[in-house]
């Protein structure tokens, strides 16, 4: 059984920037067997970023994922890790905290290539990238 794991979008815009696919961290989670479940917010921000011809590749790449939504238990998770990163003067932005929050409530690991702002966040599992 395949290990379901959340990219943050760091991860998938980097795997889309780069001409050589098969060097990405994306590619490596994939080859390792990895499976996906993606953030409302990682979607949105992959989305909304996206124009013109890319928006097709994007949205057929996340309909292989699970989609996790934003739902009550993640804004309770997200509001305690925000007074978390306030008492600890360590702040980040608020959808950075949701993607965590959404990674942390269903149990999952958050693969990124910005440690040095997950790493602030007390329990939650990451999977740094390069």
């Known amino acids: 059984m395949a290990v379901v794991i959340s990219p943050d979008t760091s991860v998938l815009i980097e795997h889309f920037r780069t001409k050589d696919k098969e060097y990405t ?53 997200a509001r305690e890790i925000n007074l978390q990163l306030k008492r600890d003067r360590k702040q980040l932005d608020m959808p950075d905290i949701l993607i965590a929050a959404t990674a942390m409530v269903n149990n999952l690991s958050l693969a990124t290539l910005n440690t040095k702002h997950f790493e602030r966040i007390k329990g939650l599992g990451l999977v740094p990238m390069k």
Do not use: C, H, N
């Not at 057929?60 to 699970?66: A, D, N, R």
């Open 25 to 77: 961290s994306y590619r490596k989670l994939v080859r390792d067997g990895y499976q996906f479940a993606i953030s409302a917010i990682t979607q949105y921000e992959v989305i909304a970023g996206t124009r013109g011809e890319l928006l097709e590749i994007w949205l057929s790449e996340l309909e292989t994922m699970f989609f996790l939504p934003i739902t009550k238990p993640v804004v309770m998770k």
